[in-house]
């Protein structure tokens, strides 16, 4: 353009000349006219910007950055005018073709997420003030299977005078030293009863007709209290029931339950959608040109490990007016939507655009890592969105980087919880070579002398749903520079830690 913006300049014939260029690998084509003059001339008018195109076609990053530093300065003052990178950020109107999202750092784009969604400041607090309604146990209970009796009553021979299992009412009467029940783990001691002597330090002397107990010999010294789990010795009523601040589900949940109560949280309510005109139901039968949707399965099942629903599931194809309509109303039933597919730059991505039709702010439009650089977040009031790319593997690493801790953030977790724990590792791979993006590669870890070793789980394309398959954590890997080039076996590098049971071999 520029050969031929300026020969234009000179000779209106400029426009016959096939002034073409391009790039092919990492070779930089560029075609001359044909009249030496004119390949001086044209050659001229580009040679300053070679440099910058090498540096490009090279991923260079450091010294492309620097170039842009130097034409666009650093503060206010711009050149007069201003060099639009494409490969930075475009304007994205009908000349520019570029998207116009900034390419944020992972960090950025998550500080601005936590900082949008609202969360529930009050839950850990809740949970800190929450006073236990009941006792557990809430009557004394027996912690064998044995005979409860009065510890005045020595041992020796004791004549049966009931079962109690588990579940029965308390017994109140009052009943002889030489008397005694048969009584079941858990169950309710009788009140004028104070020690329970296990099965195992008996002997049966006599049976009924009917086949019960009837006579007993208790061969050891029955003492006060034995075996009894006291009222509230568990837990007392009033007493706090979460002596620090625990988020996990699982221990929330079932605290809440031991004490009769639900949960007193609000989840946020999710919404998982997936977009693409070419998505197939798992059912189905094959279809030319369709493929199985794989990330609708995956990214309910994400949430439900995390201890998160799926509220509702839609899979829609690549068209505008449906993914509109369906975004219209589906904020009447969600707090988030957690969408893939359609963010990129093609023709069919809708998304961006109808969350702008829609009044959403786009907040994240891109991000710089691999796979996942087409990230997208926005909100409108309390509704979130999250537009992960469609590439399974990038929909993935952008579910477990992003919309997790977006959901736990909203569900009042800590911060620093939010995310997931991450380790150092040792890489085993030989040679890994960078990427000019930060890369999330998926590993699966050795355990080794008390160390943890990472073994990259094969061709990390982000459509290569495979490279989930043995995935323990997500290596971080740096982004290339001119000096470090490659990461090798030995280097440590932080990771990203995927499952509660994230080590898949013991050496
Ligand atoms: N010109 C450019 N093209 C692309 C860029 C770019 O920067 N410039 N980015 C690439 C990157 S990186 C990614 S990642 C993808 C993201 O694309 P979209 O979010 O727009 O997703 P789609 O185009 O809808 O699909 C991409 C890919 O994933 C498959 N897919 C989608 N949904 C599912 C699903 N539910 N289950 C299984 N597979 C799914 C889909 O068939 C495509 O193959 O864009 C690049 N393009
Ligand atoms: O960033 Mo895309 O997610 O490389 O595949
Ligand atoms: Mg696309």
Known sequence: MAIGMHSLQKTKFAALSRSVCGIAGKTLII????????????????????????????????????????????????????HVCPHKTGKGDGVDRNSPYPMLPVNEALNLILQTVKTQETLPNLLKNFKSPVDIPPFRASIKDGYAMKSSGFSGSKKVIGYISAGDSIISDDFEEDECYKINTGAPVPLKADCVVQVED?????????????????????????????????????????????????????????VGHAVPLHKPLVAVISTGSELLDPQDYPIEGKIYDSNTTMLRQLLQYFGFECFVTKVLSDDFEEVFETLSSIYDEVDFVICSGGVSMGDKDFIKPVLQKLGFQLLVGRVNMKPGKPMTFAAKGDKYFFGLPGNPVSAFVCFHLFALPAVRWCSGWTQEKCMLPVVQVILENQSVPLDPRP?????????????????????????????????????????????KTEAKAGDILPASVLRYDFITKYE
Not at 33 to 40: D, F, L, R, T, W
Not at 439 to 468: P, V
């Open 439 to 483: 890369e999330y590669m998926r590993a699966t870890i050795t355990s080794r002398n008390g160390q943890l070793y990472a073994s990259i789980t094969g061709n990390q394309m982000s459509s290569r749903l495979q490279s989930i398959v043995g995935a323990d954590v997500l290596v971080h890997l740096p982004a290339r520079t001119e000096t």
């Open 31 to 82: 075609n001359f006219p044909g009249s030496e003059k004119a390949v001086v001339e044209c050659f001229y008018y580009i040679k300053d910007l070679l440099p910058h195109a090498l540096h490009l076609i090279n991923n260079d990053l450091a010294l492309v950055r620097k170039t842009h530093e130097k034409l666009q300065g650093s503060g206010v003052a711009q050149s007069p005018t201003p």
């Open 202 to 258: 008996t002997k049966l002397l006599k049976t009924k007709k009917n086949g019960q107990e009837d006579l007993v010999e208790i061969l050891v010294e029955p003492k006060k209290d034995l075996d009894i789990r006291p009222l509230g010795c568990d837990l007392s009523k009033n007493s706090p029931l979460f002596p620090s601040v625990d988020l996990s589900p699982v221990v929330v949940k079932s605290l809440m339950a031991s």
